[in-house]
């Protein structure tokens, strides 16, 4: 998918599926999009994505979040910009944890390639920026899989499952 929203343009690539461009005009609650796929448990998952952020939008913002309907915040990649730094600050949630916005990008309105790993064996999870690994961690919950028939949403945080978007 390419996404580009009023804050950010995210363009993201799914498994073997080819999606066409979305655009988001305005910073909204409700400007999202939506992958229909039925996803099975997963023990281990990663997701790239392209990032070109607006140099003016200094709010926490959703990249994309997976929410099932036991378990509303699953894996989750948020992103900050840090205007005394000039970079953009990267978190990933697991499993309800969130993990410390550590790994960044310069906010210079370029387009930037993040990949989020994580596997189920040892709880290890990976944020890499432009191809190099920029974070890593074992602070998530290493006894369960990330549930299955869950909802992928690009660009905004599910307060609910597949919905109640409030940032």
């Known amino acids: 998918i390419n996404v580009r929203l009023d804050f950010i343009a995210v363009s993201l690539f799914f498994a073997d599926q080819v999606l066409r461009t979305l655009s988001f005009s305005l910073e909204s609650t409700e400007g999202h999009a939506r992958l229909g796929t039925r996803f099975p448990p997963l023990q281990a998952v990663s997701v790239c994505v392209r990032i070109q952020w607006d140099l003016r939008y200094n709010q926490v913002s959703t990249i994309f979040s997976y929410t099932a309907s036991v378990f509303i915040n699953e894996f989750q990649l948020r992103g900050r910009a840090d205007g005394a730094d000039g970079q953009v ?67 905004q945080d599910q307060d609910s499952f597949g919905g109640d978007f409030t940032e």
């Open 89 to 155: 600050l990267l978190a990933l949630i697991v499993h309800g944890h969130h993990c410390p916005y550590k790994a960044s990008f310069p906010n210079d309105g370029e387009w930037h390639q993040v990949c989020v790993s994580w596997r189920n064996s040892d709880a290890l999870w990976v944020i890499y920026v432009d191809g190099e690994m920029r974070d890593t961690g074992t602070e998530t919950d290493p006894t369960r899989e990330i549930h299955g028939e869950g909802i992928f949403i690009v660009g």
